[in-house]
């Protein structure tokens, strides 16, 4: 649960538009015969889409629109924060936990459900068969990247975004520390973030695993 909160929180650092989430502590009662027990669960709110409409002045869209008529820019960010987090579990052609909204006049995915992503390693999670990425990697902890195939210039645009946001993203990170189970968890969170600012610092691998692996339009 924190994790995948802490993933909806690194995408509203980078992107205008976003899902607000809210993490809270959730208590309740168990009746077991003519005992009580409690239990406290830690969970997160997630913003209503009627909410996102009218706090962005948009409205969503019921319809699928291809990627390649959604505004660029916002595609790119949504595609490489999905790479960022190892998350292969969704589709802004499909509408796969994404919503398609009409925002400052461009259509815009906004992703959501992450628990299938890397970053959260969920003991259940696989490699979806979407775009037949099982092929290609093996394990959830692994990245590929699903985006096609944008102007060169926008995709070192966000780049550089990501780069500029590597503080900011490590340090939300650093100040969820104690709300980690265990200090093993805290440091595989911070090692597969590590993994992926690796990659944009490196050019090759920046070429061979993001701008190589974008499909054709």
């Known amino acids: 649960v924190l994790k995948e909160y802490l993933a909806y929180s690194f995408f509203e650092l980078i992107s205008p538009y976003y899902y607000k989430t809210r993490l809270v502590?959730?208590?309740?009662?168990?009746?077991?015969?003519?005992?009580?027990?409690?239990?406290?669960?830690?969970?997160?709110f997630i913003e209503d889409s009627d909410k996102v409409e009218?706090?962005?002045?948009?409205?969503?869209?019921?319809?699928?629109?291809?990627?390649?008529?959604?505004?660029?820019?916002?595609?790119?960010?949504?595609d490489l924060f999905q790479f960022m987090i190892g998350n292969t579990d969704y589709s802004t052609k499909q509408g796969h936990n994404e919503k398609l909204f009409y925002l400052d006049a461009k259509y815009i995915c906004l992703p959501y459900d992450f628990d299938m992503s890397g970053l959260v390693n969920a003991s259940y999670?696989?490699?979806?068969?979407?775009?037949?990425?099982?092929?290609?990697?093996?394990e959830v902890t692994q990245r590929a990247y699903k985006?096609?195939?944008?102007?060169?210039a926008l995709v070192e645009q966000v780049r550089r975004e990501y780069l500029d946001h590597e503080g900011e993203i490590l340090k939300k990170l650093q100040e969820m520390k104690l709300e980690f189970e265990s200090e093993q968890q805290y440091q595989a969170a911070e090692q597969f973030l590590a993994g992926f600012f690796n990659i944009l610092k490196n050019d090759a691998r920046f070429e061979k695993q993001v701008v190589k692996r974008a499909r054709p339009n």
């Open 125 to 138: 999670a696989n490699v979806s068969n979407v775009q037949n990425l099982s092929k290609s990697i093996s």
């Open 54 to 78: 009218d706090r962005l002045k948009g409205k969503e869209v019921n319809r699928k629109v291809h990627p390649m008529q959604q505004d660029a820019l916002n595609a790119i960010r949504n």
């Open 147 to 152: 985006g096609y195939q944008r102007d060169r």
């Open 25 to 44: 502590d959730i208590e309740f009662q168990e009746e077991k015969g003519e005992r009580i027990k409690e239990h406290r669960l830690r969970g997160f």
